[in-house]
């Protein structure tokens, strides 16, 4: 009985859950793409000037950390929410605590690998740091240094 009254709940809430990280992808990557160097955010001085970023001034925040930060790389955020969303919606279950470290573990190598690769290999006059953003300076210097030993 107690079944029959929750799982199509448990179901719609699922759903709900999905359509809301879903929205926040989208928000966080028009937030990205609309991004702008002269808006008023961290890295830049206030002012009176309007902001251009199509999310506003959180949109305008959240792009200017992401790529002061990461670079191009912050990219991946938006379809990491979204990725989310739909192992939410698919009702797996949590993995356990071990499975769930090494996966944290690996997007945070993912990050700084494709952030350290970006700074190497691209140019981008548009971001205030490399190609990469600040994470991608140090891991690209590193790589860069560690590379040059071997030749």
Do not use: C, K
């Not at 769930?100 to 350290?116: H, K, M, N």
């Amino acid at each position: 009985m107690f079944e029959a009254f929750f799982v199509p709940r448990i179901r719609g809430l699922r759903e709900a859950a999905f359509w809301v990280l879903a929205g926040l992808s989208l928000i966080l990557l028009l937030a990205l793409l609309s991004y702008s160097p002269t808006d008023p955010a961290f890295s830049v001085a206030g002012g009176d000037d309007a902001v251009t970023n199509r999310m506003g001034p959180a949109g305008a925040w959240f792009a200017d950390i992401g790529f002061l930060l990461f670079g191009a790389s912050a990219y991946l955020f938006p379809i990491l929410v979204l990725i989310a969303g739909v192992f939410l919606f698919r009702g797996d279950d949590l993995p356990e605590r071990r499975p769930a470290i090494w996966r944290g573990a690996g997007f945070l190598l993912v990050i700084a690998t494709s952030s350290g690769l970006a700074t190497l290999h691209f140019q981008s006059p548009q971001l205030r740091e490399t190609a990469g953003g600040i994470l991608g300076r140090i891991v690209g210097n590193g790589l860069e240094y560690a590379l040059g030993l071997l030749g």
